[in-house]
């Protein structure tokens, strides 16, 4: 399969893409953002998966062979109803490959999630892990002020520490429900490029001990992988965005290293 389907909400899903790219390089990646919808966190599950449905339609005329769900929300709600509608297409979503990294990664099995409220709320990757083992212990976290931290470039900023202290902290600290972590998801895509802040505020707010990172990126890449396999040379990148290019671009260049296709208006 060379032509890879990339669905976000916006504009996080291109630490996915980014990875997509980095790992394996020969294949044809096309990127979908529904920036004219965003943000779909706090959207309720039927919207979530009405939009998807739409925004896979178009990448289905654009000949995509597999998809890839580069949006947590839209993997907790939209999966089911994707692979009944497009049962020709393979859908891999970042929930169950996060999942898997995370229960490998954990020694004690005390799992901290932080994503949208929309993530969070759908208990989607709790259940994913759970069904991983059974004895996890999974405490999530909403983090709502993250996402646009990272938007506007906020990626070593003293407000983003404070606000990661104060999201970290409970989980770090535990209760007498849950032990503190030892490993954190990532549920969110926009949270990879904050990824040295975070390790930067649970090393000076745990100092003793090893927190495992969980970066559904890589995980759902290393899935993507089994299905493409090795591709030789490099692919085509195209990109198509439902609102404002411009700003798209803008804003990208956070989630994006190298130069970034120029990104082309669509309607749905």
Same mark, same amino acid.
């Given at each position: 399969m060379n032509v890879v389907g990339v669905f976000d909400s916006g504009i996080g899903g291109l630490t996915v893409a980014r990875e997509i790219c980095a790992q394996l390089p020969g294949v044809d990646l096309v990127y979908l953002g529904d920036t004219a919808r965003l943000p779909y966190g706090a959207k309720s599950p039927d919207t979530v998966s009405r939009y998807a449905l739409q925004c896979v339609r178009f990448l289905e005329d654009v000949q995509i062979e597999v998809l890839v769900i580069a949006c947590n929300t839209a993997s907790a709600c939209a999966i089911p109803a994707l692979r009944k509608t497009y049962p020709a297409i393979p859908v891999l979503g970042v929930v169950e490959p996060g999942a898997q990294a995370a229960v490998n990664a954990s020694k004690t099995g005390s799992i901290g999630v932080i994503g949208t409220e929309g993530?969070?709320?759908?208990?989607? @990757?709790?259940?994913?892990?759970?069904?991983?083992? *059974?004895?996890?212990?999974?405490?999530?976290? *909403?983090?709502? !002020?993250?996402?646009? !931290?990272?938007?506007?470039?906020?990626?070593?900023?003293?407000?983003?520490? !404070?606000?990661?202290?104060? @999201?970290?902290? *409970?989980?770090?600290?535990?209760?007498?429900?849950?032990? *503190?972590?030892?490993?954190?998801?990532?549920?969110?895509?926009? @949270?990879?490029?904050?990824?040295?802040?975070?390790?930067?505020?649970?090393?000076?707010?745990?100092?003793?001990?090893?927190?495992? !990172?969980?970066?559904?990126?890589?995980?759902?890449?290393?899935?993507?992988?089994?299905?493409?396999?090795?591709?030789?040379?490099?692919?085509?990148?195209?990109?198509?965005?439902?609102?404002?290019?411009?700003?798209?671009?803008?804003?990208?260049?956070?989630?994006?290293?190298?130069?970034?296709?120029?990104?082309?208006?669509?309607?749905?």
């Open positions: 993530t969070v709320n759908s208990n989607s @990757y709790a259940e994913a892990i759970q069904a991983l083992d *059974p004895s996890a212990r999974v405490v999530q976290k *909403p983090c709502p !002020l993250l996402v646009p !931290l990272a938007e506007v470039g906020w990626l070593d900023h003293a407000v983003t520490e !404070l606000t990661l202290q104060t @999201y970290l902290k *409970p989980l770090l600290e535990g209760t007498a429900e849950h032990d *503190p972590i030892d490993t954190l998801v990532l549920g969110c895509t926009h @949270y990879p490029a904050l990824k040295p802040a975070i390790r930067k505020t649970l090393k000076s707010m745990a100092p003793d001990r090893s927190i495992a !990172l969980v970066d559904s990126a890589e995980a759902v890449t290393n899935e993507l992988s089994k299905l493409t396999g090795d591709k030789p040379g490099l692919g085509s990148r195209r990109i198509f965005v439902t609102d404002l290019p411009q700003r798209f671009t803008r804003v990208a260049n956070t989630f994006w290293q190298g130069p970034l296709p120029e990104a082309t208006h669509v309607d749905l």
